[in-house]
């Protein structure tokens, strides 16, 4: 018998929300859509519309979303950011899902402020997914990070796993670690002191999942099987002063390379400044160009199973 859709006409808006098995449903579909020919494929979500409300600038998840849409056969409409709607006027963001949800079937939305998705989500009547909730989560991101290390690993399980950067204020690093505690890895958190992940955050996960800190990258290097690089989110720092201390306090380059395993894997969430030197690209480490077509194809099949169109 098939599986239930767990996703059937559900928001996503944390990764928690999910399980393992969930998650493991959403891959399967995400290998499905990508084999089917693309006479069957671009009638799925035929007649659907997806609505975007983007508060926050963004370049791959809003149009990730969009393509996956058109992919499928189905539209958009949104804004990509805020100026052009009437959120400028003073519009309430309550009054502003209220409008949309009348015109569309599913909606994504990115906002800066923590908690942002959770609350549209009680107000719209449409299943709503969290395109990024401020510091909190970007669940969907989280997902299309697992499904390109299973393509790329072949399993997550027995893995270990390097996070560099940013990881107090980067949400990608919160919903990736969330979704990395529901296998069996190792974590490995390489930060500057004043960026290592929020305490509350880290107690909760030290009994979910093996994880250590450290601060020398080239130190835990040689140990990982993936690296998951993520940019300093200066416009998330209170005091840019701070932000200046910070910056550039890690490269990942050709030299430091020499210390990985052949097969070590490199994703990274983008944009990138300059935590990845360009030319780690055409190294057969660098896997986050791969990572975005994931994206397209992860986010289709989430689409068809909130939506719930049989494939
Ligand atoms: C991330 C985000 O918006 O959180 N980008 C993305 O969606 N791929 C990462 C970032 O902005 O650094």
């Known amino acids: 018998m098939a599986k239930l859709n767990p996703f059937k006409n559900k ?8 399980t393992r098995d969930d998650l493991f449903y ?25 609505g975007y409300l983007f508060f926050e600038p963004s370049t791959r998840t809003r149009l990730s979303f969009e393509a996956a849409m ?24 309550a009054d502003t899902i209220r409008t949309v949800e009348n015109y569309v079937d599913v909606i994504v939305m990115r906002h800066s402020k923590d908690g942002a998705a959770s609350f549209a989500a009680e107000i719209a009547s449409k299943p709503l997914i969290n395109g990024g909730s401020g510091t909190e989560e970007h669940p969907t ?28 204020y980067g949400r990608t690093v919160y919903s990736l670690l969330y979704g990395l ?81 052949d097969d070590l894997i490199i994703l990274h969430p983008f944009p990138r400044i300059d935590e990845i030197s360009p030319e780690v690209d055409s190294s057969p480490h660098a896997k986050y160009f791969k990572q975005m077509l994931n994206g397209r194809i992860l986010r289709s099949a989430l689409l068809a199973s909130i939506l719930d169109v049989p494939f």
């Open 181 to 261: 505690s529901k296998f069996n890895v190792e974590v490995k958190l390489i930060s500057h002191p004043i960026l290592r992940v929020r305490r509350e955050i880290f107690f909760d996960l030290e009994k979910k999942v093996k994880i250590s800190e450290h601060d020398n990258l080239e130190e835990i290097l040689p140990d990982l099987d993936v690296l998951y690089v993520t940019r300093i989110q200066k416009e998330r720092f209170p005091d840019l002063s701070e932000y200046e201390r910070v910056k550039s306090s890690y490269n990942v380059n050709l030299k430091i390379l020499q210390k990985a395993k």
């Open 141 to 168: 991101q989280a997902m299309l990070d697992l499904y390109t290390i299973i393509k790329e690993k072949g399993s997550i399980d027995n893995l270990k796993i390097g996070l560099l950067g940013d990881l107090k």
């Open 11 to 18: 928001d996503v808006i944390l990764i928690k929300d999910f």
């Open 70 to 93: 058109l992919w499928l056969g189905g539209r958009t409409l949104g804004f990509a950011e805020p100026k052009v709607s009437s959120v400028e006027k003073g519009e309430s963001l």
């Open 26 to 50: 959403l891959f399967q579909k995400a290998d499905k859509i990508e084999r089917m020919p693309e006479r069957d494929r671009i009638c799925l979500l035929n007649g659907k519309i997806l």
